[in-house]
C-alpha cells in the first residue's frame, strides 16, 4: 500500500506497555531518588475540577481505583518526563523512536505496568508500522544501546528491574506476561487526501496485528481469509463514523479522523481521553488479565491457597461496568474480550468447582476411615493390655524410666505424623512448606 493510499497522520499517541515486578524499597525510592512525580496534578483546583469530573462519569469503584487513585487499594501512578533516542535497523534503514514519557502505575500487589511513551520520527504509516514491528519485541535490538529493548527498559524506566529471566535470576513476570511487549496507540489523522482505495478497517487490522500494509487487500501470501479477518474484528470498537478502535490480545490501536487534532493544534479534552482515561482502562484490563491467568498457572501448586486469593482478588477487580456512559463500558468490554479475561475466569472457577468436590470426596474417604479407627478402638478394651504389656517390656529389659518414655514418644509420634499427613493433607503440606521456608530464610 503506498503513502498516497493512506491517510495523514497529524498527531499520535504510541505507549509501550508491559508488567514487571516491584518491592516496597523501589516504590519508596520513585520519587526521592528516580525523578518520578505523582501523575496527578499539585494545582488543588485542577485537581478537584478532574475528580468531579470523573465521579460523574465513571462508577465509584472504578474511578477511585484508576482515575482520583483515592481508594484504599488504589494503584498509585508516577511519571517521568525523559529525552531518549531509540534506533532500530530495518535492511539498512534506520527506524528512530524518540522517548518523551516513563509512566509506572503501582497495583498494591507489588505488580507493576510500565507505560513508555514514544514519538516516531516521520509521522507516516509505513515508518510507523516498522516502528510499531520493533516495539514489541522483547528482544529487538536498540542499535545506539546495543542492548535489547527489554534491557534498555529495565535500565532506563525501571532502575535495572529484569523483565526477563535468565540461569542466575528468576523473574516471576516473565512467566505470565507473554512474549511481546503491549503497544496502546492512537492516531489523529487527516482522511481527506487518503486515495480512493483507503480502508480504515484494513488499515487498523494492519497496524494492530503488525501486518504488512496492505496486506488485507493485496490477496497475497499474508492476506487474512474473510473468516480469520469477521474474526480479529469482533473486538471492533465503532461508536461514531469519525473514529474507530481494535482490540487485540497485544495491541489496542484507535484511528479517527481529528481525533484529537484539528485546525493545527492538539484538542486537550480529546487528547487527554485517549492519552489518560481510555488508557487507564486499558492498564486496568491489562492487569486483570495477568494476575487471573497467572493464577490459573500456579493453581497447581498450592489449590487451597490460590482458590481464596483469587476470590479476594475477583472481588476487589472484576466490575461488570465502569461508566454511567456507554463509550467507556463499550471500550472495557472490547478489551476484556480480546484479552481473554471472562475466558480465563471461567476456566478457573471451573477448576474450583473440581477442586471442590475432589476435596469433599477426599474428606468424607478420610472421615469414614478415622470413624472406622474410632470404632475399633471403643469396641475392643486394648487400651489396659497395651499399657500393661509396655511396663512389661519396660521391666523384662530394665529400660530407664526416662529413655523408655523417650522411646514411647518417638513410636507415637512416628505413628501419629503420616495419620495426620492422611488425615488433613491440605494442612500437612502448608505446615511442611512454612517449615522448609523457615530452615532456608534463617
Not at 480469520?228 to 461508536?239: C, D, L, N, P, Q
Not at 518417638?410 to 492422611?422: D, G
Request: charged fraction near 25%; include cysteine.
Amino acid at each position: 500500500m503506498t503513502e498516497n493510499t493512506l491517510p495523514k497522520i497529524e498527531a499520535a499517541i504510541i505507549k509501550v506497555v508491559g508488567i514487571f515486578d516491584y518491592n516496597k524499597k523501589f516504590a519508596a525510592r520513585l520519587s526521592s531518588d528516580l525523578g518520578f512525580e505523582s501523575i496527578h496534578s499539585n494545582n488543588p483546583k485542577e485537581r478537584e475540577s478532574a475528580e468531579q469530573f470523573y465521579r460523574d462519569k465513571y462508577y465509584k469503584e472504578f474511578n477511585e481505583l484508576m482515575l482520583t487513585q483515592s481508594g484504599e487499594n488504589a494503584v498509585q501512578s508516577f511519571s517521568k518526563k525523559c529525552s531518549h533516542r531509540i534506533q532500530f535497523v530495518k535492511r539498512g534503514n534506520e527506524i528512530v523512536g524518540n522517548v518523551s514519557e516513563i509512566e509506572l502505575h503501582l497495583f498494591d500487589n507489588q505488580i507493576g505496568v510500565f507505560s513508555i511513551s514514544v514519538d516516531a520520527q516521520e509521522l507516516e504509516f509505513n515508518y510507523v508500522s516498522d516502528l510499531l514491528y520493533f516495539l514489541k519485541m522483547f528482544g529487538a535490538r536498540v542499535e545506539n544501546e546495543n542492548i535489547e529493548l527489554h534491557e534498555w527498559i529495565s535500565k532506563y524506566a525501571l532502575d535495572g528491574i529484569a523483565l526477563r529471566s535468565n540461569t542466575s535470576n528468576f523473574v516471576d513476570s516473565d512467566e505470565y506476561s507473554g512474549s511481546k511487549f503491549k503497544i496502546y496507540s492512537a492516531f489523529s489523522v487527516d482522511e481527506s487526501v487518503a486515495g480512493k482505495d483507503y480502508n480504515r478497517d484494513h488499515l487498523l487490522y494492519e497496524i494492530g496485528t503488525g501486518s504488512m500494509l496492505g496486506s488485507v487487500a493485496s490477496g497475497g501470501y499474508f492476506t487474512p481469509s474473510a473468516e480469520y479477518f469477521k474474526e480479529i474484528m469482533k473486538h471492533r470498537v465503532s461508536a461514531f463514523n469519525s473514529s474507530t478502535a481494535l482490540a487485540l490480545l497485544d495491541s489496542y490501536t484507535v484511528i479517527g479522523q481529528n481525533l484529537f487534532y484539528a485546525s493545527g493544534a492538539i484538542n486537550p479534552f480529546n487528547f487527554g481521553s485517549y492519552n489518560r482515561i481510555y488508557f487507564s482502562i486499558y492498564l486496568f484490563n491489562l492487569h486483570l488479565k495477568y494476575n487471573v491467568f497467572r493464577f490459573n498457572a500456579k493453581f497447581k501448586e498450592d489449590p487451597v491457597q490460590y482458590k481464596s486469593r483469587f476470590e479476594d482478588f475477583i472481588n476487589e477487580y472484576n466490575f461488570s461496568h465502569i461508566s454511567f456512559d456507554f463509550l467507556p463500558n463499550l471500550i472495557y468490554s472490547k478489551m476484556r474480550a480480546a484479552l481473554g479475561v471472562e475466558l480465563e475466569i471461567k476456566n478457573f472457577e471451573k477448576r474450583l468447582k473440581s477442586l471442590a468436590a475432589n476435596i469433599q470426596e477426599q474428606q468424607e474417604k478420610r472421615q469414614a476411615a478415622l470413624l472406622t479407627v474410632i470404632s475399633i478402638i471403643s469396641s475392643i478394651s486394648i487400651i489396659d493390655p497395651v499399657l500393661e504389656l509396655a511396663d512389661a517390656a519396660k521391666e523384662y529389659w530394665e529400660i530407664d524410666s526416662t529413655l523408655f518414655r523417650v522411646l514411647m514418644t518417638v513410636i507415637t509420634v512416628s505413628i501419629a505424623i503420616p495419620a495426620l499427613t492422611y488425615l488433613f493433607p491440605y494442612h500437612s503440606k502448608k505446615f511442611w512448606k512454612a517449615f522448609n521456608s523457615f530452615f532456608k530464610n534463617d
